[in-house]
């Protein structure tokens, strides 16, 4: 691989940009790797990346059914933050958000994240109590966050609404600065060349149709274009569709997948330089470097894998922005989108060994994988490299719903829902 | 937009007036106290999720306020019938999908 640098950028300039080195390999796959990660989004990727890179794993291939970051990566709204409430998350997307301060460097891969911050809003008292509690919970754990009071929020962001003629008025909000946004398809893209720099054989369109298991330990999985590919452990990244992975290896999994929207307006000129969330409303919007707004909406109640929303829920969201942000009432929105997120109970992913031997599953991540990308597959590597769960990761057992250690994020999180 | 038939006030009415509840005919054990820990939490948060035919729970919270069942694609959307909760409906999916494309 070359490396990056501004002199390249100049070389490669005098040249009229035609000599950039393609990104990654194509290859043919091996009948045998060490370790087959199933599914190249975001998570894949970086599992396949901290793999070569740390545990000296080279015979290595990441699987995709599409291409790289075609699914929830390149569908979701880029949101980064760690400020959960519970030890457990916290220190899991803690531990993502350090990886990403130095991302751009470790990959040689400008993935712009943006540390912008992020504010989640509260509209009542309860939401403010809350707000309170999971910022002194943040600190503790030493993760940036203060509490803004209306007056803060709107110096922050001069164009929210947070006078008293809405239906829900801005109360405050919690806020961490060093929460942000990066650029989701620079993640999938990083990770990728990086790993295949280091050995790792990532096949695209190449669909696994089944998991192949012998006295219940995986041996291998059959892909419908390149046959029987076989492996010594198995790690399954695969987002909305683990529900029916784990069907082919014979478990279910407690999951529910779910349609999530989110639509970008029309390029205006810069009116948002932060993050605003919204639990209680479900909205929240950010700005792109583009200049388009990106919106994003809550789940659609019902199972769904058909990569569109709904439109009662299109009519909601745009409803809450609206009220937040009168100004933008007359953008146009210029493209709508849903990506599957496979949601557990507690809201909590599942980073775990399962029923059937070597074979591994990262999931669960619901509405807020994108985040974590770097610690998912920071952890998960440590996990299919060692074949057991480490410290960070041991609390997100799928097994805790037998033994009921779930991690309540779902209402205390201020995550958006 | 869905359009559901709802079997108890026997008319289509469209989806916000509903809610959707889950996975169907989740029969909870007769005998609670005797689950052991993995089939307890097996009935309270595992599920099939599957994609393709679900029977699911719906409520009509905005009209009757009570529960029933549909049959529907989760990768189509396509529904394919709505029953109470307690009956169940045998649908012929293929010719159904004949029926909606032509």
């Known amino acids: 691989m070359k490396r990056y640098s501004g002199f390249q950028l100049v070389k490669h300039a005098l040249q009229h940009q035609e000599n950039w080195q393609r990104m990654w390999r194509n290859p043919k796959p091996k009948s045998h790797y060490d370790i087959i990660v199933v599914g190249g989004g975001g998570h894949g990727l970086a599992t396949a990346y901290y793999l070569a890179k740390l545990h000296n794993k080279t015979n290595i291939a990441v699987i995709e059914k599409g291409w790289l970051g075609g699914g929830n990566t390149g569908r979701n709204t880029t949101i980064v933050r760690s400020n959960y409430l519970w030890d457990e998350a916290a220190h899991l997307y803690e531990h993502a958000m350090k990886l990403w301060e130095g991302l751009s460097q470790d990959l040689n891969y400008n993935v712009m994240f943006s540390q912008r911050g992020v504010m989640n809003l509260g509209h009542n008292l309860q939401d403010m109590r809350d707000i309170q509690r999971r910022v002194n919970a943040n600190r503790l754990n030493g993760i940036d966050g203060e509490v803004l009071d209306a007056q803060q929020c709107q110096e922050i962001v001069p164009i929210m609404n947070c006078g008293g003629s809405t239906r829900y008025p801005v109360l405050g909000a919690s806020w961490q600065p060093r929460a942000g946004v990066a650029r989701h398809d620079a993640v999938a893209w990083g990770y990728a060349r990086a790993a295949d720099a280091l050995g790792v054989d990532i096949i695209q369109q190449c669909e696994v149709d089944d998991i192949l298991i012998e006295d219940g330990a995986a041996t291998g999985v059959s892909t419908r274009q390149h046959g029987v590919i076989t492996a010594d452990r198995i790690g399954c990244v695969t987002a909305g569709n683990s529900g029916v992975t784990a069907a082919m290896a014979g478990f279910k999994l407690p999951l529910e997948s779910h349609p999530l929207q989110a639509f970008v307006s029309e390029p205006i000129k810069p009116i948002l330089d932060t993050v605003v969330m919204s639990n209680a409303v479900h909205g929240y919007m950010s700005q792109s470097d583009k200049g388009d707004l990106v919106i994003g909406a809550g789940i659609d109640g019902y199972v769904g894998y058909g990569q569109r929303g709904s439109y009662p829920t299109i009519e909601h969201t745009a409803q809450a922005i609206m009220e937040l942000f009168p100004v933008v009432s007359r953008v146009h929105m210029n493209r709508q989108w849903g990506g599957i997120v496979d949601t557990a109970p507690d809201a909590c992913p599942i980073i775990s060994a399962t029923p059937v031997e070597n074979l591994f599953f990262n999931c669960a991540w619901g509405t807020g994988g994108f985040k974590a990308t770097p610690g998912s597959g920071h952890v998960f590597a440590d996990m299919l490299a060692k074949g057991k769960a480490n410290k960070m990761a041991k609390p997100f057992s799928m097994f805790r719903f037998h033994d009921g250690a779930l991690i309540d994020e779902h209402g205390a999180a201020g995550v958006a829902h | ?102």
């Open chain 2, 1 to 102: 937009m869905f359009l559901i038939y709802c079997p108890h006030c026997e008319e289509h009415r469209e989806e916000p007036e509903f809610h959707a509840s889950g996975e169907a005919h989740l029969a909870r054990p007769e005998d609670p106290e005797a689950c052991t820990d993995e089939q307890w939490g097996e009935f309270l948060y595992f599920r099939k999720n599957p994609r393709g035919l679900h029977r699911e729970l719906w409520v009509h919270s905005a009209g009757c306020r009570k529960f029933f069942n549909i049959l529907r694609d989760t990768q189509t959307y396509q529904i394919h019938g709505s029953y109470k909760v307690g009956e169940w409906l045998e649908v012929d999916v293929q010719k159904d999908d004949e029926v909606s494309s032509s």
